[in-house]
Each structure stands twice: as structure tokens, then as C-alpha cells.
């Protein structure tokens, strides 16, 4: 089954521009995404983005296999790279999304 998928102008911290698939509550503005195509895998449409950027990458909630944490965002772990590195004590999910969109 395909799935839309867009490209987050502004990079993240790590410079890669994220890739989303529509739905993924981290998608970007209007203004600030790139809409890429409809794509049946992640690979193939982080493939499409590295036409516009060139460090790209799967957005770390939508690109892989979020269904174990639908249930429970809150205990979303992030990936290291995504969290600054004076961030300590837990991270609320609400902080994450900011981490995430700046
Ligand atoms: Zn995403």
C-alpha cells in the first residue's frame, strides 16, 4: 500500500532533511515540506528527497514501524541525535515534538 510522502525543508539538528509520510504528527507546514509522491516504502521515497536535499532521512516516528507506540506516545524513546545534549530527566512527548520541528 503507497503512502504520500513529503521532505522537511529545514533540516534537523543532525542536518538531514526528514521524511515524512502524511499523518506523521511531526510533518512540517505546508510551506516548510516538500511534497515528493506517493511511494510504497520509506526507501524509495527517501531516495525521491535526495533529489532535493542531500542528506535525507526517515523520520525516526513515521518511517519505521510505529504501531508498539500508538498506544503509548509518552514513552516514545527518541534517538539520541534528536535530543540536545544538556536535556536531562525525562522528556516530555510535548518536548520531543519541538526538539523535532526546530
Ligand atoms: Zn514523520
Known amino acids: 500500500?503507497?503512502?504520500?510522502?513529503?521532505?522537511?525543508?529545514?533540516?534537523?539538528?543532525?542536518?538531514?532533511?526528514?521524511?515524512?509520510?502524511?499523518?506523521?504528527?511531526?510533518?512540517?507546514?505546508?510551506?516548510?515540506?516538500?511534497?515528493?509522491?506517493?511511494?510504497?516504502?520509506?526507501?524509495?521515497?527517501?531516495?525521491?528527497?535526495?533529489?532535493?536535499?542531500i542528506k535525507t532521512k526517515g523520520c525516526i516516528f513515521c518511517s519505521k514501524e510505529h504501531k508498539k507506540y500508538e498506544e503509548k506516545p509518552s514513552q516514545f524513546v527518541w534517538a539520541d541525535e534528536l535530543i540536545p545534549a544538556e536535556s536531562e530527566g525525562p522528556v516530555s512527548y510535548h518536548q520531543s515534538l519541538i526538539y523535532?520541528?526546530?
Open 1 to 53: 500500500m503507497s503512502a504520500k510522502y513529503y521532505v522537511a525543508v529545514r533540516p534537523q539538528i543532525n542536518e538531514n532533511h526528514a521524511v515524512h509520510k502524511e499523518g506523521c504528527p511531526f510533518l512540517p507546514d505546508d510551506k516548510k515540506r516538500i511534497y515528493l509522491g506517493e511511494f510504497s516504502s520509506d526507501k524509495d521515497a527517501v531516495r525521491e528527497a535526495q533529489l532535493h536535499f
Open 100 to 102: 523535532c520541528v526546530n
